[in-house]
């Protein structure tokens, strides 16, 4: 008999349920998106994604049993996002989720959101096991992270300041790009010359640290000077050159990084991980150093609640569970 996880995942704007057999086979996936909501504003604010959860949360969960083909009492394990992300946005969910296990007396398990996404990638890669080294990029974080076993990891390194995510976001609003910026810096950097305009790339060298608010900063005096000059600026170059930058650091860092850990594996997880250059200068390289590259298809690189179910399964199997007192964790660390 197949273990059947439903998960919740409300870390931030997305509100998620899913409904995934034995860790691995994704029977559904319902993902309520509240991107037209923020876009006015230019980004995610938080007291509206909360409202929206709370309306949202239990029609999902309700739909995606119904597209699971499953009920309520065919449900074996719960697991929930309680960290990090926006602290009201994941009390929706871990409500819920308590409520949920209490009322079917079924364990309940707490997912952290970063492990989530990297989970995604045996939701993609049934043949992927561990030990790998996974590269994490979103819009709220980048880190390097040595999985070594389903629940033994060691973080290497992470970013100082703004998130790889957020650089393109907060690049792509002050070049009049809609929300979320990330898809549309992409699309347009395909039309420019990455080798344009030489921005800056942060902490080179014999570390696994990041930083963008430096290549985010620079890209805007750029921008300003140009107009201050009444100079003409090919917005797609600028698009090419900062992606490029970005791109460069976490290949180089990620490839140092599986030759620290002598692993031969390398996945890409998070919003990020859908960047066409990204994807091809990290393939590119890794082939050439004789490394495996694996990375989920886009509806897996967002936030989504099967990659919790998948990380909720295998703490149920090592019999790590959460009891009612669970909260929400806005900070939680990797690991925890």
């Given at each position: 008999m197949a273990v059947l996880t439903l998960a919740l995942e409300t870390s931030c704007d997305e509100t998620s349920a899913?409904?995934?057999?034995?860790?691995?086979?994704?029977?559904?996936?319902?993902i309520s998106s509240q991107v037209p909501l923020h876009q006015k504003y230019g980004g995610v604010v938080p007291e509206i994604a909360s409202r929206k959860h709370i309306e949202t949360v239990m029609p999902v969960v309700h739909e995606a049993l119904t597209a699971a083909g499953a009920t309520l009492g065919d449900i074996n394990v719960v697991g929930v996002t309680y960290g990090p992300g926006l602290v009201g946005a994941l009390l929706v969910g871990v409500a819920a989720a308590k409520a949920l296990a209490f009322a079917l007396d079924i364990p309940l398990v707490g997912v952290n959101h970063l492990e989530g996404h990297i989970f995604a990638n045996f939701l993609a890669h049934p043949d992927l096991q561990p030990p790998f080294v996974a590269l994490i990029v979103s819009g709220g974080h980048t880190s390097l992270v040595h999985v070594r076993d389903y629940n033994d990891f060691a973080l290497l390194g992470q970013t100082r300041d703004d998130a790889a995510g957020e650089?393109?976001?907060?690049?792509a609003r002050v070049?009049?790009?809609?929300?979320?910026?990330?898809?549309h810096i992409d699309r347009l950097a395909a039309q420019g010359d990455p080798s344009a305009i030489a921005f800056p790339r942060a902490l080179t060298g014999d570390n696994f640290e990041f930083s963008f608010s430096g290549l985010k900063s620079a890209v805007l005096n750029y921008l300003n000077s140009a107009k201050q000059r009444g100079l003409a600026v090919n917005a797609a170059?600028?698009?090419?050159?900062?992606?490029?930058?970005?791109?460069?650091?976490?290949?180089?860092?990620?490839?140092?990084?599986?030759?620290?850990?002598?692993?031969?594996?390398i996945v890409l997880a998070g919003g990020v991980a859908a960047n066409s250059r990204l994807q091809a200068e990290l393939g590119r390289r890794a082939a050439a150093d004789g490394l495996r590259l694996f990375f989920p298809p886009?509806?897996?690189?967002?936030?989504?609640?099967?990659?919790?179910?998948?990380?909720?399964?295998?703490k149920h199997i090592a019999g790590r569970y959460a009891d009612l007192h669970l909260n929400a964790v806005p900070a939680l660390k990797l690991g925890q």
């Open positions: 899913a409904v995934v057999a034995d860790g691995r086979v994704i029977l559904s996936n319902i650089a393109f976001d907060k690049v070049m009049g790009l809609p929300y979320p910026g990330g898809p170059d600028v698009a090419a050159s900062f992606q490029a930058a970005v791109v460069e650091v976490l290949v180089e860092k990620t490839l140092r990084a599986a030759e620290s850990c002598s692993t031969g594996v886009p509806i897996l690189c967002t936030d989504n609640a099967a990659m919790i179910a998948c990380r909720a399964y295998y």
